[in-house]
T-cell receptor
Framework: AQKITQTQPGMFVQEKEAVTLDCTYD???????LFWYKQPSSGEMIFLIY??????QNATEGRYSLNFQKARKSANLVISASQLGDSAMYFC????????????FGQGTELSVKP | DAGVTQSPTHLIKTRGQQVTLRCSPK?????VSWYQQALGQGPQFIFQ???????QRGNFPDRFSGHQFPNYSSELNVNALLLGDSALYLC?????????????FGSGTRLTVV
């Protein structure tokens, strides 16, 4: 079964500190992509970062980095120097190269940044 | 450069009615996918359109149907609405259908069925 699991329903972090949001996945397909999206209260899903299953290095995009541990099937998102505007829902998602690219989402983690 | 545009933003319908939601993809994108997001849940894939045809479908009943037009815009139709259809409906577009370059999402249509 193909599944994404996010075990942290809610997280708090102090402004300017780093935070790690957990994501584990289950698949036997060797070709896949992993995504993180941010969803503020407005509802729009904002793309943050992408990691391909064959990528050798962890992906980074500004303050976002993805800690990809393929053997453990985990793809944790690290946000450095948290800002108040980072408060939102965060979703981990997965797609498969030979399955038309549909996204499978986790349940999400609500991040609250404290001033 | 406009991103993905969805209309309407909010909608209230009565059980048993039919509804049509609309989506204009990001410029340069030819593949449109629809997702249903119930309150407190992650989005669930409904279907994907490419070259005006439904290419892939999730686990949703036939009451959910769609269409893609020659300009790549898309509609989602839901017939015989149930209370459980109340959700945020998200449209996402991509230039390649595989999502290798990420998907661009709209802000969604929030449907309430009463």
């Amino acid at each position: 079964a193909q599944k994404i699991t996010q075990t942290q329903p809610g997280m708090f972090v102090q402004e300017k500190e780093a935070v790690t949001l957990d994501c584990t996945y289950d698949t036997s397909d060797p070709s896949y992509g992993l995504f993180w999206y941010k969803q503020p209260s407005s509802g729009e899903m904002i793309f943050l970062i992408y990691q391909g299953s064959y990528d050798q290095q962890n992906a980074t995009e500004g303050r976002y980095s993805l800690n990809f541990q393929k053997a453990r099937k985990s793809a944790n998102l690290v946000i450095s120097a948290s800002q108040l505007g980072d408060s939102a829902m965060y979703f981990c998602a997965m797609s498969f190269y030979n399955q038309g690219g549909k996204l499978i989402f986790g349940q999400g983690t609500e991040l609250s940044v404290k001033p | 450069d406009a991103g993905v545009t969805q209309s309407p933003t909010h909608l209230i319908k009565t059980r048993g009615q039919q509804v049509t939601l609309r989506c204009s993809p990001k410029s340069g994108h030819d593949t449109v996918s629809w997702y249903q997001q119930a309150l407190g849940q992650g989005p669930q894939f409904i279907f994907q359109y490419y070259e005006e045809e439904e290419r892939q479908r999730g686990n949703f009943p036939d009451r959910f149907s769609g269409h893609q037009f020659p300009n790549y815009s898309s509609e989602l139709n839901v017939n015989a609405l149930l209370l459980g259809d109340s959700a945020l409906y998200l449209c996402a577009s991509s230039p390649d259908g595989q999502g290798l370059y990420g998907y661009t999402f709209g802000s969604g249509t929030r449907l309430t069925v009463v």
